[in-house]
């Protein structure tokens, strides 16, 4: 089993992967020899992806990027490597085609969104007390789950960190290894609607339909009290966002790579949707599995503070510094 980077993180929430049991079967995956998992939702080669009976790729199984930061590396001297910055982007993604937004003008991946001025100086007011790419601001240190997209993705190029997915041609559920524990996202495949009477909550309400080989996936009731971004590796500037947030995610499966584009609509704050720099991931193999993660607030006031001297401090998070 892999050990990967968990942050001190919220609730557990394993009992969907139960509920949802083993009712996608796929037409061809690799088998286990005697004594050995077999690895779900695996590619036989690894290039070739595989499919389900009703003829749609196989997301099921862990994924994990494996060219992700990996703290428990021991060194020839016996000391472990703690090197968070010099493998960030190791895996680079596959460069899409600019889709159209929802204003039908074709609009490429950028890395903060476009607000409006009144709440772009409430992004940068935020932004001008990180350290490090962190504050206390942050909802994540209360334990609050990171909502969408900011559940999904870390950085630029990457997926975030592990989680497991468990699909049927029904409903597919989204088992999250995060900072704020064990939670869950379920997509519901069936033709179903949005509820009409939909309450707003930390992950929203998701509905999924095929385009091809690609799962769309259609977020709306999303709360608030989450951010877009942010965090040490995150979008500096995708902070803030209001309860119209309206999120399309797109999940394409090529062999054992997992492609992650969304594009984010906030009228309220943005002048234009925002289209995320796609991300990617890997299948894991079929020793890996979730680790059991909980959460506890952080000791906020002992965050390090920003000064105008201190050169550890996030470049986009200088105000005086051209954003971009």
Same mark, same amino acid.
């Given at each position: ?58 997301? /099921? ?134 509820? /009409? ?25 999303? /709360? ?101």
């Amino acid at each position: 089993m892999k050990y990967r980077l968990v942050n001190v993180g919220a609730v557990a929430a394993a009992v969907v992967a139960v509920a949802l049991s083993m009712a996608s079967t796929p037409v061809a995956q690799s088998g286990a020899p005697d004594g050995k998992p077999t690895c779900i939702g695996c590619s036989d080669d690894g290039k070739t992806t595989p499919r389900l009976l009703d003829g749609h790729p196989d997301l /099921n199984g862990f994924w994990d990027d494996e060219g992700g930061v990996d703290l428990f590396t021991r060194l020839e001297d016996g000391s472990f490597l703690f090197d968070l910055g010099g493998r960030l982007g190791a895996n680079p993604i596959r460069r899409r085609p600019a889709r159209a937004t929802s204003g039908g003008a074709d609009a490429a991946p950028t890395l903060n969104p476009s607000y409006k001025p009144e709440h772009m100086a409430n992004v940068k007011a935020i932004a001008a007390t990180m350290y490090g790419g962190t504050t206390a601001l942050d909802p994540q240190m209360d334990c609050t789950p990171l909502g969408v997209p900011r559940s999904m993705f870390r950085g630029t190029g990457r997926l975030y960190g592990a989680f497991q997915i468990v699909q049927t041609p029904q409903v597919m559920a989204i088992l999250l290894e995060s900072s704020q524990g064990m939670n869950y996202r379920l997509i519901y495949t069936d033709g179903r609607a949005h509820p /009409n009477d939909l309450h707003t909550s930390y992950l929203g309400d998701s509905i999924g339909y095929w385009e091809g080989d690609t799962l769309v996936v259609d977020v709306v009731g999303l /709360n608030q009290e989450t951010w877009l971004g942010g965090g040490q590796s995150g979008p500096p500037l995708a902070l803030i966002h209001s309860d119209k947030e309206h999120v399309i995610e797109r999940y394409t499966r090529n062999g054992d790579v997992l492609t992650y584009e969304a594009t984010v609509d906030d009228p309220v704050m943005f002048t234009k949707p925002w289209v995320i720099i796609p991300r990617q991931t890997h299948h894991a193999s079929a020793e890996d599995r979730l680790l059991e993660t909980t959460c506890a607030p952080h000791d906020k006031p002992h965050f390090i503070k920003p000064s105008a001297t201190d050169q550890y401090k996030c470049y986009y998070c200088i105000p005086d510094k051209p954003q971009k």
